[in-house]
Every structure is written in structure tokens, then in C-alpha cells.
């Protein structure tokens, strides 16, 4: 079921202090970080007035500012919160306080929705949201938008960048929007298409336990209703889920399906969305520019959340920025290191990563086995790949950069692998979201995040071919013109950073 953080609500508009985050409708909002501490003042002050002195001694306190600035904080506010006749008051020459609308609902409320704005009940089974969706307005806005038009939309992309937690934010609000319905199958311990029925089943009929009966009776249970069905972990079982998709498509029943793969199904009604890491601070990032990145406001909203607060300084951002680009923006490595941090600090969780990305450990206790270290995430991928694919990924981690397919296929071709079989593999890696595909022109480049590369790098030395490759890749360095490569510092070098136009196919 949904974990409650505690929410004050002001109508149409949620907002989480401890995860410093602010919802409309459901759908997560950027606001800058003055405005957010102004928006924290006014809400802890209960509808109390809230003086003007008293922002500037919070929000600046070291700096002398021009009553101005407070003013143009309010602003954004106040659109936010209802416009002129919304939330907050304004006491002349004072200062502000939060209060009802004259025509609106009599109280702001905490915990509780707002009953007016309330949502039409929905039955929505065994959807585990852990966590407010943070810094995915765009995508959220995006896909909203494809599963009204769509019959089927699949979000592809790598092991904790968030497909599950997108897709259930998104099929709630769409659920709760349609009044029906919203049904939560988890595939990741469902394997063949019997069980996958059952398992649909028991969802559609709100039951924890798989229900009996077959395609017929899931089709009479969705009926003509508009219900949300969210397929969760799809690469477990792929071809089943491609037949009892195309059926249900086939049925016009009405119901919107939305399912999360690490690979996609491959079926002619399918329309993918690509789920890419949350946006990192580029290298010369100064203060807000850091601080208004995904990445790194959803690190320390986790971090906040565990307790643990920064110290609003350039250097801290600076390492907390390092932090983001060093995870790729990748969610659950973020969530990971937030814990980490908790008990090491900024300065500890930065050695800690140096030492090993892969054991990162920490999370959510009641996280699934594959989210308690960035390992046991990738292993998942790694276990569905044959022994051909696994072949080429391994080999591939001595690339510390973007490589193109020419370099791919002449630097993992051996006597067993022919250069087609490695180009197939190529190809299929990438599909199962373990390569990064960067668009050149008209061609394509790859490249692997931190993660994968580290984890491939292990397996390269556990299979003996570490110093094999690694002189192959130097051999190739010098002739692959349009990769820009890292020198290498000892056999293998580390990874170059992945511009954020790259894409996962
Ligand atoms: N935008 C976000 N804001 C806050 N938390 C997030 C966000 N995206 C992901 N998370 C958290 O990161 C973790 C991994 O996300 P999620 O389970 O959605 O990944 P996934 O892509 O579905 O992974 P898998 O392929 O293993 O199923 C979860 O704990 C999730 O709550
Ligand atoms: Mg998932």
C-alpha cells in the first residue's frame, strides 16, 4: 500500500516538508529553494503571520536583500496556491499567513486530503509507492499524456532508474482520475503465461493471492470498465506478457495498460517511453543550478528524510554534485548512497564509492532483493542475458567511454564470436537497457554507466581476459576518432561522463 509522509494540502496542491516536495494534483512541481524555506515558514507558522523580518533572517540570513526578492518568492507562491483569492495573505506592510479560500474549503489539512479536491476512490491493489516522485514533472506530464492516447505503453530502461515508481505515480493519478480502477501486477517472481493469468487475476479481483480462471475471465473481469493495469518487472517474463498484452488490446475493452521492462515486448501495439537517469549537475554547476537538478534534489530529499542535513556551503554542493554525476543520476544508486551518507557524510560516502560503487548498500528494508545494492541490480539484467551476451558486455567494459559499434564488434570478435554474433549482441544489450545509445549523426554510439561498467570490469578479471582486453582497447584507442577516450591510467581506465542527450534503447 501507499506510505503516507505526512502532507499538508491547500486544495489541488500537496506538499511534503520532509521530502521537500511540492504536488499538484499529484504531479510532482519545481519550485526554486527560497521559495520552497518561505513556503516551510508559512506552514509551520499555522496560519499565523509570518513577518517579513522573520523570512529574510531564515531564507538570508547572511545576506542583506531588497524587500523585492521576498516579493517575487511570494508571487510564484501564490500562483501556485489559488492566485489572488487562494491561500495566502497578505498583511500590509507585515508580512504573509496561510488561510482558506473566502468560497474554499474551511482548513488546510494534514495527512487527510482535502475532501473537496479529493479523488474519486479507487481500488488500487497492492501499489507500492515508498516515496514522493521527485524531479520527473516532464515524464510524468509525458506519459500521462501516451497512456490516455495509447493502448499499451512500455517504459524501457535500466535496472533503479525508476520505471516502477514513474508508471505507478502516473496510473494512480490517471486511475483515480477515471474513477476505476488501478491494478498493480508484479511479474518479478511470475514465470510462463499460466501464471501470469493468475497472477492478473487475483489483482483485477483485489485478492493477494493468484485467482483461477483464464484469458476469458480476465476479459470479463476488466469487462468495458477503463481500468489502469500496471505490468511491473515485464523482462521476467516477456513473451507471456506479449500474448495477454495483445489480447487484451485485441478485446477493446477499454482498459489502458502500462507496463515496466528492462527490454521491451516487442508487440505491434506497444509504444515505448524510455526512462533515462534523473538530470545531474554539469561539471560547472555553481549553487542553484545544483540545487535545482533532479538528481540532486532527490538525494537529499532521501538524505533529509534519514536525518541527515548539509550545510548549505559551495563545497558541499560541489561534493554532493560529484556524488550525482559519479551514480549517473540513477535513482536507486542515489537512494542508496542517501543512507550512506547518513552514517558517513558527504566526505565518507565519497571515499566509500571509490572504494566499491557495486556494494553500496542501505536502502529501504522492505526494498525487493535487487534493490539492496547496485550489484544484486544489475546481476537480475546479467542473469537473463545468454552466455554470447554476457561475453560482450564483459569484454566491452574495457571501452572507459563512448565507443561505436565498428569498435564494439573489433574489439570483442574472437575465434568462438564472429564479428555478426557480437554485432547481434550489440544490439540486443542495448535493447535490454545494459548499453547506453547516444545518437551521432545518423549513427549510433554506446557507452556503459559506471555501474554496469563496473560490474563487467569484475567479470572480464574473474574471467582471465582483464589484461587481454585491455591491451586490445589500447591498440583500437589509437585509431577510433570519434570516441573521445580517457588516457588510461592503470590497465583500465576510468569512465568518461555520459552526455545528457544519451538514450536507452
Ligand atoms: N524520481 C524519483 N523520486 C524518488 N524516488 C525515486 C525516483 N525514481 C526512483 N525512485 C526510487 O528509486 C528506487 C528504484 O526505482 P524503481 O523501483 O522505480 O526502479 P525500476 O526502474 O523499476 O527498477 P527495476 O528495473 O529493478 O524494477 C525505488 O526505491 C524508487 O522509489
Ligand atoms: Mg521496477
Not at 475471465?217 to 498484452?245: H, K, Q, T, Y
Not at 558486455?393 to 575465434?415: K, N, Q, S, V, Y
Not at 578479471?461 to 589509437?478: K, L, M, N, S, T
Request: proline share 5%.
Amino acid at each position: 500500500m501507499w506510505r503516507a509522509w505526512e502532507m499538508h494540502n491547500f486544495g489541488r496542491v500537496a506538499v511534503s516538508l520532509e521530502c521537500r516536495e511540492v504536488f499538484v494534483d499529484g504531479v510532482p512541481q519545481h519550485i526554486g529553494t527560497r521559495a520552497f524555506e518561505i513556503l516551510e515558514l508559512l506552514i509551520s507558522a499555522a496560519g499565523e503571520l509570518v513577518t517579513k523580518d522573520q523570512i529574510m533572517r531564515v531564507v538570508w540570513p547572511k545576506t542583506i536583500v531588497v524587500e523585492n526578492n521576498i516579493q517575487v518568492h511570494i508571487s510564484t507562491l501564490r500562483k501556485l496556491l489559488g492566485g489572488k483569492r487562494g491561500w495566502i495573505r497578505t498583511e500590509a506592510g507585515r508580512g504573509y499567513r496561510l488561510a482558506p479560500p473566502a468560497d474554499g474549503p474551511a482548513h488546510a489539512t494534514q495527512g487527510d486530503p482535502d475532501p473537496a479536491a479529493a479523488p474519486v476512490p479507487v481500488r488500487a491493489s497492492a501499489a507500492q509507492r515508498t516515496w514522493p516522485l521527485i524531479g520527473r514533472e516532464r515524464e510524468a506530464a509525458e506519459l500521462r499524456g501516451l497512456v490516455e492516447r495509447e493502448l499499451l505503453v512500455t517504459l524501457v530502461g535500466p535496472g533503479g532508474v525508476g520505471k516502477s515508481h514513474l508508471a505507478l505515480e502516473v496510473a494512480t493519478a490517471l486511475a483515480c482520475s477515471r474513477g476505476v480502477q488501478a491494478c498493480h501486477v508484479d511479474l518479478a517472481c511470475v514465470s510462463g503465461h499460466g501464471a501470469l493469468v493468475a497472477m492478473l487475476l487475483g489483482a483485477l479481483r483485489g485478492a493477494k493471492e493468484p485467482g483461477a480462471g483464464d484469458m476469458g475471465d480476465v476479459l470479463r473481469e476488466i469487462g468495458a470498465s477503463e481500468a489502469v493495469l500496471v505490468f511491473d518487472n515485464g523482462e521476467r517474463c516477456v513473451d507471456a506478457l506479449a500474448a495477454v498484452c495483445e489480447t487484451i488490446a485485441a478485446s477493446n475493452t477499454g482498459a489502458s495498460m502500462i507496463v515496466t521492462s528492462r527490454e521491451p515486448l516487442r508487440v505491434a501495439c506497444e509504444r515505448i517511453y524510455r526512462v533515462g537517469p534523473l538530470a545531474v549537475p554539469d561539471a560547472l554547476a555553481g549553487g542553484s543550478d545544483i540545487e535545482a537538478s533532479s538528481a540532486v534534489r532527490m538525494f537529499v530529499a532521501r538524505a533529509r528524510a534519514m536525518g541527515t542535513e548539509f550545510p548549505a556551503d559551495p563545497k558541499t554542493l560541489q561534493a554532493i554534485a560529484n556524488v550525482c554525476r559519479r551514480l549517473d543520476g540513477l535513482p536507486l544508486a542515489l537512494e542508496l548512497a542517501a543512507a550512506r551518507a547518513a552514517s558517513l557524510g558527504v566526505k565518507g560516502l565519497v571515499a566509500d564509492l571509490e572504494r566499491s560503487l557495486l556494494s553500496l548498500s542501505g536502502g529501504l528494508r522492505t526494498a525487493p532483493a535487487r534493490h539492496r545494492t547496485l550489484r544484486a541490480s544489475i546481476e537480475w539484467s546479467y542473469a537473463l542475458l545468454d552466455e554470447a551476451e554476457r561475453i560482450v558486455l564483459r569484454r566491452l567494459a574495457a571501452f572507459p567511454g563512448i565507443f561505436t559499434l565498428e569498435a564494439a564488434c573489433a574489439l570483442a570478435t574472437c575465434e568462438q564470436l564472429s564479428r555478426d554474433a557480437v554485432l547481434d549482441c550489440v544490439v540486443n544489450l542495448a535493447s535490454k537497457s545494459l548499453l547506453v545509445v547516444h545518437s551521432a549523426g545518423l549513427s549510433k554510439c554506446y557507452s556503459l554507466l559506471e555501474s554496469v561498467r563496473a560490474y563487467a570490469l569484475e567479470k572480464l578479471e574473474e574471467a582471465g581476459e582483464h589484461v587481454q582486453f585491455g591491451e586490445r582497447y589500447a591498440a583500437r584507442a589509437e585509431i577510433d576518432k570519434p570516441v573521445r577516450l580517457v588516457p588510461r591510467a592503470v590497465s583500465i581506465a576510468a569512465a568518461t561522463p555520459v552526455p545528457a542527450s544519451a538514450a536507452y534503447v
